[in-house]
């Protein structure tokens, strides 16, 4: 099978390490097309980015959803995923998603370690669209500048591994989520300074799209993921419009 | 004081419907500044369109920011309207919210009625952004094609008071909150056949729009909506782009 | 349009002290109309002091309802807000309900600030009462005895200050709701020390009662504020009689 | 041990209907003092009746609470329960408290089962105040007019054991709460025709004021429902203002 | 009455224990009728422990559910409760589920004090089952080793009391449920140490059930706790197949 | 990798029709190793025979766990998944928990279709264990006996469909799970009849399982499912009292 793994950011350095991640986790078979986000920001970090990284997400798909059998949308928060459901009807899964999902068969109460605090706000709404809040126990950031976004797992592994484990200590936390793409391959390196289970969100998705194309599930026609009816666009990218407008 | 009436949809004549209303109820000295969006759909009803309708939200307020004390987002779902928030330091309220949380004073459990179906999903996920699951007792959409957008709220006037009745008998609604920027202007017509409140969320928004703008709150320096640090960007609108690089 | 500013508390000097507040923030064409509790205790922090002053805030609507176009429950807490709204077809908000609602429309979790530990059993019922427990992030209160109700608001300024600022760094909050009657005017005074807006529950109350009546909403004929049938009474004040048994 | 029935509303023969299924169910030994409240309304239905009630609740306990070992506020909705907790030192149940408690320990879901449609929306905050919301699955009430309030219970006994029936149907009630001192006694007569477990609230109560006042529990110092610092009160009840005052 | 005391531990010293309070507390007339697990573990500790405590309570309630006219199941964390109210028709309480609604009548918010810390993540399931996560405030537990099971209540007598304390002052804990059947006893005794009540729940379970059989409930005939229909078996202890298979 | 499938019911024809289903689904190089239980019922319905199939699940975990690398708990309602994750290193997913998780990636709102009303009260335990009640939006079951449980996916196929359709227009679903594992097999065949996606439980499983495998999460040192300490038994299984005392 072949999957977009959809990098909304405009950093190429991360949709290499996602990709490196995605192929060491992924089946015989599974083929790993990468896209990088043509417009925005480097990292999505907040709600006004996470906008515009989701129209950069849906226009990706608009151009790459027939050449596909699924997507991952590569960013955590999974900026647009709902709106990329409508839209496509190939199975997408976010890293977000996926990551927190997959905790859920491992412990309680998950926490999500990240590398900055401009991310929490954001991902405490990633959560609470999950639905999740019940299980997700905390969310612990970093609160230092770091150097580059392609850099940022490996400068400061120490710090999120202490992190990590204050999330046990103090949260109760039965198992991490590592969240964010730039943190993705971490989870193996500071496996054995963390007393639980540590969840590597790149990994988590690529099993779980292998998973939804595998079991061919239909389409839906109603609820909330059916694709909405065709309607008149104005100024939109073509491939974009001609989806909305059904031409596609 | 000026408020920005920012319509995200593309439609010309649910800018001019609105502004009539917000008119109609704003305080004497309040001035209301219209804007329509130009690029994405006429009518925002999905997750996909909210996406767009965001984008061109944020590009709007942008441009129009500095010249105004305040902004409603004016399509009731409010698109972007926690990126709003964390991009300027105006206060800006969102048609659903204010008509939700204006509905939580009059009632104990308030039911929304708008004219499709297919407004519902993204509706839920509003209600549920807001935190008021618990005081939303029932989404009531009519199933039924309209002629024209402009003109839905009169074609539909009979049938619409008859949901609001049915959300009051079946759902136990207390107060009904009338949905969606076609809608502005229908509360008074139906007044005598619903025996429950109903608010015109485009009322209820510039009275709290008025009511955040006299109060003269600080900006967050902190918190969820402070504004994130500068960043650099890619292929973004000049005055998008230079309020998230802080060159506005 | 008159204002009907009802202090369910025995002290005048309360009363002063928030009419001041309201004229302040009121539009141009609002009365204010003050009026004092004249049984009960001079500030109410508890359950038992709320039921007595709830009787007194019954007392003073059934004297007063038809003179107003709309009233202030104005003691945080909102003693009998749900009993007057029954029984009394005006408009009626509380300052507790005012202050949260005015928060939820500049930050996502809102910190109640106060200036004593015997407020607090009773705030958090006020809290759940209108299930907003889930943008709550904390109650705050100061843990030491005060002069005066008239001058703790000055006593304790840069306390409650200091108060704030953990709410924001320790407990999350986005915004500050300064919560009981005395603490009315403090928010301008420090605004320059917290990092976050702080609302004034009596300036956000008079903007949103105004909001109301210009709203012009019907009374409700259902629901859970619908006035009840009439009943007989014995030993009740004469007007507050009346009311009740259809006489008024 | 003696254990004080306070009758919150004005009615005798309510008083005498609750002190028989008291006395019923109560162990040798335990003496029911019975007593009435000496102003409000006949049948407390709604908040603006809990709030006079409430107040007569206080008036009544100021005046007994050193002559018994424990007390039953007996009225379902339970007004002024906390406020009496928190100003009295003896153990205190509430009716619908009682009846609600005691249905957990029989089923996962309770639905409650009254004579009137007047009571749902105080009935309703009784349910949230204890948040049982979980496990209460209904609020069933009639929905006509009867002929007293001492006879609704045999005049509407086939209508209430249909409604009981229809909340096991129709809303997955796994136990019945028959609601309102008006129906205690009716539990038994109709326990042939329901096929679930009912609760009479009065039997609840007594049984866990009983056990309350067995475990001898010390009254709380600190928390919820300690009792308040000694305060000025202004025109109240001689012994309810010195129990507020410490003069008791 | 009799009542069946069963505890499905291994431990007869725990038996021993729970009996001499349960006889403490009991009324005249009840009569206590004790059972040991007869296989298992000397104290259930976790989920796995419980699966097995389970399968002993059924066993030992297949031979004595005729001989009694109600249960406790006087395991802390109440293993198989659900699964023998579906089984047998006579009343039976859980030692927690007993403990904790009765803390419901003496605070808002209760902490669950004990004495290991591996008892906690399967006593917060309890607390779920329950859905009473809203009035737990805290689960608190020693982390220290102790001698003996029966000894325990005593050997840590002072720690657990500062361990209430800091239940009290840290997560704002009304009332004390002192939890898991070692510490049966120990409320009394460490009364004069902690400033709010404590809930012995051996004490809180023969009130309970005393109070249940009092009220002659009848057996479920449909909801959650009904009888399963008769089924065939294989491999199980004689007299719980005969339950299950409606030979008894 | 080799996958225990392990059937907690003694019926030996679900076990060979689940076995057909993983095979069919799992991924090259995946062996399935299946089991039955050997003492309990044939199909577990309720509460009662949960616990005793969580009993014979833990038997079979004991001889097994070292032959395998993942396991599946084979029956909805996952009896002793806790209890297993607790004992056993190996990572296992019980069926309702892959059906529901895998469900969250397809729709909003998940609702449950299974073949028996007898099943849920069992369910609704399960859902909450989970913590996705606000995903849940409803447990359809068939009111009818049917012939054998190997069959009754054949038998009721018809209806089966109907009341998925019923699920999605009358509850919301987007989405269904085929709840049992006797329903695994169906969702294929009636793919073309129902208009939204459909989960079969035991597909979901071993693409769950396979995931947690290839990821290589370490066992949890600490948190709720971290191994208990080793303990005394008695009168136990030889392979589960070695596992508990850690002589294996």
């Known amino acids: 099978m072949k999957i977009l793994l959809l990098n909304p950011n405009t950093s190429d350095v991360l949709t290499d390490q996602l990709a490196e991640v ?7 078979g599974t083929e790993i097309v990468p896209a990088t986000g043509t ?3 480097p990292y999505i ?3 006004a980015e996470a906008v515009i990284g989701a129209n950069a997400a849906l226009e990706i798909l608009a151009q790459q959803h027939r050449n596909v059998d699924g997507a991952i949308l590569a960013a955590f928060g999974d900026p647009g995923l ?3 459901r409508e839209l496509f009807d190939i199975p997408i899964v976010g890293l977000a998603e996926a990551g927190m999902l997959t905790a859920c068969m491992v412990g309680k109460k998950f926490a999500i370690v990240t590398f900055s605090t401009a991310l929490g706000a954001w991902y405490r709404e990633c959560v609470e669209w999950n639905q999740l809040q019940d299980r997700c126990c905390a969310i612990r950031m970093l609160d ?3 150097k580059s976004i392609g850099s940022v797992r490996d400068e400061k592994e120490a710090l999120l ?4 484990n204050r999330a046990v200590e103090e949260d109760g936390a039965d198992v991490i989520v590592l969240a964010g793409a730039p943190l993705s391959g971490l989870a193996d390196r500071i ?3 963390v007393p639980v289970p540590m969840i590597d969100c790149c990994a988590a998705a690529i099993k779980q799209i292998e998973g939804l194309v595998t079991m061919q599930l239909k389409a839906p026609e109603v609820g909330t993921f059916r694709r909405p009816g065709a309607k008149d666009t ?3 990218n073509d491939l974009l419009a001609a989806r909305i407008e059904h031409r596609d």
Chains 1, 2, 3, 4, 5, 6 share one sequence.
């Open 82 to 84: 709902g709106a990329a």
């Open 161 to 164: 591994a202490e992190l990590a």
């Open 191 to 193: 496996r054995d300074r």
């Open 39 to 41: 417009f925005g920001v």
């Open 234 to 236: 104005r100024g939109l």
């Open 45 to 47: 970090a907040n709600r």
């Open 22 to 28: 995605a192929r060491k986790y992924a089946a015989a």
């Open 144 to 146: 230092q500048s770091f």
